[in-house]
């Protein structure tokens, strides 16, 4: 009888493969259900996001218009083709996590063995921050996406031999479509600084080939000209990429402080829309565990980059607290090194015994499905029944589009975000859009209020809704 030999079979030979591919199908799945999962509505931040979006001309750019206009360009698209609902905000936000879980797994597997890269990219993207950040309609996810964009085309220059030119030309139109995005302007001053001080990157730097240089200089340049050009028609854009709204030099500490602070409770009284706490207790130990095993080797550019980005980011977040969310990239690297530091001990005790190295499997395995299940678990559930994020969303407009007939006048009073947000449906002619309600002899025909109002007509149907402590939402009226 032939002798059975592992390392000839075929699922063993491609493990990492089918590995990689059933995550990449189980991460896209679960990105494109999730406007049909968590947080089941929209928050006032995304429904800003969303006529932000939609009232981006091609003009606003000769304007000065330029803020978060990668994002917005998207959106807008998104809503024009499929109309304004909960899934159309959220699109964009799904498409560019899909691109970023993509670029992680690459990010990890460029710098980290197979198996080290494999179970880090799982738990990174299957946790419920990053969820989160991929599900939400607002261009907050560009603040990890453009960073885990340039540092791949990083490490696909640095350490490489002979370089591609191709990757410079991208990195340098990487580095001017990320200034458009609030506050990462300082990223590109930060990534100039690293490369200058870093005397492996400076090495690479000198390495390059001139003609690419000078052609990616150009193409930085030619943008921090035009970001430039934008601001001197446009101040007001000045404060928006740099600044957080009423910021001061004496809000710095409370804005870390509040940044910060979803990461160390458990929503018991916590005004954010994140939920808490934003990394598990189980991650946040693998990565103190990777940050400690990186002392070693501090001055290599992979190891040194999560330290000074978990830095910068709290520097950023002093000048706006959404800034926070740009630590679950070093928090996704020094996971990935922590991983690789626990694996290599275990090795170590064990270096000739291959039973004994294949018995972790076992413990490995249950410990990263714990984690998985629960960082899944405490996304779906949290945000539907943990009631300081749960009425951070609503579905109104999921119950005006099942609600009302098309041509209805709706009445919003009171809240602007939400008469801006349902105008859109006035433009694009399904309903008409009011803020203040007429005299009674001047209301039409059929009409409707989203929340109770004084009316003197006769209620047809009051259309109910679990985000609100009364249920009551949407009042239909009949004269």
């Given at each position: 009888?032939?002798?059975?030999?592992?390392?000839?079979?075929?699922l063993?030979?491609?493990r990492?493969?089918?590995?990689?591919?059933?995550?990449?199908a189980?991460y896209?799945?679960?990105?494109?259900?999730?406007?049909l999962?968590?947080?089941?509505?929209l928050?006032e931040a995304?429904?800003q996001?969303?006529?932000?979006s939609?009232?981006?001309?091609?003009?606003?750019?000769?304007r000065?218009?330029?803020?978060?206009?990668p994002?917005?360009?998207?959106?807008?698209?998104s809503?024009?083709?499929?109309?304004?609902?909960?899934?159309?905000?959220?699109?964009?936000?799904?498409i560019?996590?899909?691109?970023l879980?993509?670029?992680?797994?690459?990010?990890?597997?460029?710098?980290?063995k197979n198996?080290?890269?494999?179970?880090?990219?799982i738990?990174?993207?299957?946790s419920?921050?990053?969820?989160?950040?991929?599900?939400?309609?607002?261009p907050?996810i560009?603040?990890?996406?453009?960073?885990?964009?340039?540092?791949?085309?990083?490490?696909?220059i640095?350490g490489?031999?002979?370089p591609k030119?191709?990757?410079?030309?991208?990195?340098?139109?990487?580095?001017?479509a990320?200034?458009?995005?609030?506050?990462l302007?300082?990223?590109?001053?930060?990534?100039a600084?690293?490369?200058?001080?870093h005397p492996?990157?400076r090495?690479?730097?000198?390495t390059l080939?001139?003609?690419?240089?000078?052609?990616?200089?150009?193409i930085?340049?030619?943008?921090?000209?035009?970001?430039?050009?934008?601001?001197?028609?446009?101040?007001?854009?000045?404060?928006?990429l740099?600044?957080?709204?009423?910021?001061?030099?004496?809000t710095?500490?409370?804005?870390?402080?509040l940044?910060f602070?979803?990461f160390?409770?458990?929503n018991?009284a916590?005004?954010?829309?994140?939920?808490?706490?934003?990394?598990?207790?189980?991650?946040?130990?693998?990565?103190?565990i990777g940050?400690?095993?990186t002392?070693k080797?501090?001055?290599?550019?992979?190891?040194?980059i999560?330290?000074?980005?978990?830095?910068?980011?709290?520097?950023?977040?002093?000048?706006n607290p959404?800034?926070?969310?740009?630590?679950l990239?070093?928090?996704?690297?020094?996971?990935?090194?922590?991983l690789?530091?626990i694996?290599?001990k275990?090795?170590d005790?064990?270096?000739?015994?291959p039973?004994?190295?294949?018995?972790?499997?076992?413990p490995?395995?249950?410990?990263?499905?714990?984690?998985?299940v629960?960082?899944?678990?405490?996304?779906?559930?949290?945000?539907?029944y943990?009631?300081?994020?749960?009425d951070?969303?609503?579905?109104d407009?999921?119950?005006v589009?099942?609600?009302?007939?098309?041509?209805?006048?709706?009445?919003i009073?009171?809240?602007p975000v939400e008469y801006e947000?349902?105008?859109?449906?006035?433009?694009?002619?399904?309903?008409?859009?009011?803020?203040k309600?007429?005299e009674?002899?001047?209301l039409?025909?059929?009409?409707?209020?989203?929340?109770h109002?004084?009316?003197?007509?006769?209620?047809?149907?009051i259309?109910?809704s679990?985000?609100y402590d009364?249920?009551?939402?949407?009042?239909?009226?009949?004269?």
């Open positions: 009888m032939k002798k059975l030999v592992i390392s000839k079979l075929f063993y030979r491609h990492f493969f089918i590995g990689f591919l059933v995550l990449g189980a896209i799945g679960l990105l494109f259900g999730l406007p999962l968590s947080p089941n509505g928050s995304e429904m996001s969303a006529v932000n939609y009232n981006l001309h091609f003009d606003s750019i000769f000065g218009d330029i803020v978060d206009l994002y917005r360009v998207l959106q807008k698209l809503i024009m083709a499929f109309g304004l609902n909960i899934y159309s905000v959220k699109l964009p936000s799904i560019i996590g899909t691109l879980g993509g670029l992680l797994i690459l990010l990890l597997n460029r710098w980290f198996n080290v890269a494999l179970m880090a990219s738990l990174a993207v299957l419920a921050s990053f969820l989160y950040l991929a599900g939400s309609g607002a907050l560009m603040l990890v996406f453009w960073p885990t964009l340039l540092l791949w085309l990083g490490s696909k640095q490489v031999t002979k030119p191709m990757y410079c030309f991208v990195f340098a139109f990487a580095l001017l990320s200034i458009f995005t609030p506050h302007l300082y990223l590109a001053v930060f990534i600084l690293f490369a200058i001080l492996h990157l090495f690479t730097i000198k080939p001139i003609i690419p240089l000078i052609l990616t200089a150009f930085i340049i030619v943008g921090l000209t035009a970001l430039v050009m934008a601001a001197f028609i446009n101040p007001t854009i000045i404060a928006e740099l600044l957080a709204p009423g910021f001061s030099p004496q710095f500490l409370e804005n870390i402080q940044a602070l979803p160390f409770t458990w018991t916590l005004d954010s829309a994140f939920l808490s706490p934003f990394i598990g207790l189980a991650s946040v130990a693998l990565a103190i940050l400690l095993s002392t080797g501090f001055f290599a550019s992979r190891n040194s999560a330290t000074w980005l978990i830095i910068f980011t709290v520097i950023l977040s002093g000048l959404e800034s926070a969310i740009l630590i990239l070093p928090m996704a690297i020094l996971i990935a090194h922590g690789r530091y694996l290599g275990w090795y005790l064990f270096p000739d015994n039973y004994a190295r294949i018995s972790a499997v076992f490995i395995g249950l410990f990263l499905g714990i984690m998985i629960g960082g899944i678990s405490h996304f779906l559930f949290g945000y539907r943990v009631p300081m994020v749960a951070k969303f609503n579905n407009i999921e119950l589009s099942n609600s009302l007939e098309p041509g209805t006048t709706l009445y009073i009171g809240n947000f349902f105008g859109i449906l006035d433009t694009l002619g399904t309903y008409h859009v009011e803020n309600l007429p009674t002899e001047d039409p025909k059929n009409f409707a209020t989203i929340e109002q004084a009316v003197d007509a006769e209620i047809n149907n259309i109910t679990p985000k009364n249920s009551d939402r949407i009042y239909i009226y009949n004269i």
